[in-house]
């Protein structure tokens, strides 16, 4: 297993348009993550899946935006009618967490997507 | 708001020197994590210390996390000029499901 990986590395868009990044986490872990980070800022958190399951969505997450993890493997993340606030790092990340010990044992990232919007 | 925020914004040294990132955090966890982020890359993990724990090593890092005070340190001692990152903390609060990232230390090692 290779790790975390995202595609594209980059994408310039024009406002307007849609998007759409994938994730392949690593097989063995159950969860999956989706964060965005500007330049300069730390990772805000957007949305997460156990297994197949969406767990949570940020209010960050407008309705122009949708993730899906179907059967539960790679995800997809999409945006909707870009506009030029949406340019940022998309971050991916997956991990173990431990049902039994409510635990998690901290986050494997990808290199991230980088989105243009103009 | 971001559950975690570093201390200092902005780190120069030089290389041998050691250098300690704080974080603080403000409702209780059960566990903080430390990451690094090169510059446009994805963040690698570091290390995870758990609320029950007060100190942790991992080669040249060394983590402490004092939960009275809501607060965490990462020392990397005999600093490398390869050391010059982004360093951030992150905390998982119970039943929270994810983790919550600070704005990050820009640490700079001069060679």
């Known amino acids: 297993d290779t790790g975390v990986s995202q595609d594209p590395r980059h994408k310039i868009t024009k406002r307007g348009q849609n998007v759409t990044f994938r994730c392949d986490p690593i097989?063995?872990?159950?969860?999956l993550y989706w964060y965005r980070q500007t330049l300069g800022q730390g990772p805000e958190f957007l949305t997460y899946?156990?297994?197949?399951?969406?767990?949570?969505k940020s209010r960050l997450l407008s309705d122009r935006f949708s993730a899906e993890r179907p059967k539960g493997s790679f995800s997809t993340l999409e945006i909707q009618r870009t506009e030029q606030g949406d340019s940022a790092m998309y971050l991916c990340?997956?991990?173990?967490?431990?049902?039994?010990?409510?635990?998690?044992?901290?986050?494997?990232f990808g290199s991230g997507t980088r989105l243009t919007v103009v | 708001s971001q559950q975690g925020e570093e201390d200092p914004q902005a780190l120069s040294i030089q290389e041998g020197e050691n250098a300690t990132m704080n974080c603080s955090y403000k409702?209780?966890?059960?566990?903080l994590q430390w990451y690094r982020q090169n510059s446009g890359r994805g963040l690698v993990h570091l290390i995870l210390i758990r609320s029950n724990e007060r100190e942790k090593h991992s080669g040249r890092l060394r983590v402490t996390l004092d939960t009275s005070k809501k607060s965490s340190s990462l020392l990397i001692t005999a600093s490398r000029a390869a050391d010059t990152a982004s360093y951030f903390c992150?905390?998982?609060?119970?039943?929270?499901?994810?983790?919550?990232f600070g704005d990050g230390t820009t640490l700079t090692v001069k060679p």
């Open positions: 992150a905390t998982d609060r119970a039943n929270a499901g994810k983790s919550t």
């Open positions: 990340a997956s991990s173990h967490f431990s049902n039994s010990l409510a635990a998690n044992y901290g986050y494997t």
């Open positions: 899946f156990q297994n197949e399951a969406q767990l949570e």
């Open positions: 097989s063995e872990h159950n969860r």
């Open positions: 409702t209780s966890i059960n566990n």
